[in-house]
């Protein structure tokens, strides 16, 4: 499994030929506080990358959810709608947003690998 980042410190995960899991990192859901809504993309919608997927609300501030790559929404997490406190007790397992199917692998390569987005949060 490859797991890249990007700098709104959205998640992408790919292993195999699956389509790729989506969500928010430790540092975004730590940023919002307590998140008590989630609005998911609806299946079968085509997303650019850096387009807006989705809304998360918490007790602090409302934020855009940002696609980090383009391509075409294929699951959303539905135990995640019914319970977004998941985004803060396991925003990197459980607590995934959606699934995509990719449609450039080279905007996925672009991303950030865990040592860059450890030097982003570093330097921030």
Request: glycine fraction near 8%; charge should be negative.
């Amino acid at each position: 499994m490859t797991t890249k980042y990007t700098p709104d410190h959205e998640w992408i995960s790919i292993a195999g030929q699956e389509a790729a899991t989506v969500g928010i990192t430790n540092h975004a859901q730590d940023a919002l506080g307590d998140v008590v809504f989630v609005d998911l993309p609806a299946i079968g919608s085509r997303i650019k990358k850096g387009d807006v997927a989705g809304v998360i609300e918490s007790v602090k501030a409302a934020a855009d959810l940002y696609m980090p790559v383009s391509g075409e929404v294929v699951e959303v997490n539905e135990a995640l709608r019914a319970d977004p406190s998941l985004a803060n007790t396991d925003p990197m397992g459980h607590g995934w947003f959606f699934k995509v199917n990719v449609a450039d692998m080279s905007e996925f390569e672009q991303l950030m690998d865990a040592p860059a987005y450890d030097a982003l949060l570093k330097n921030a």
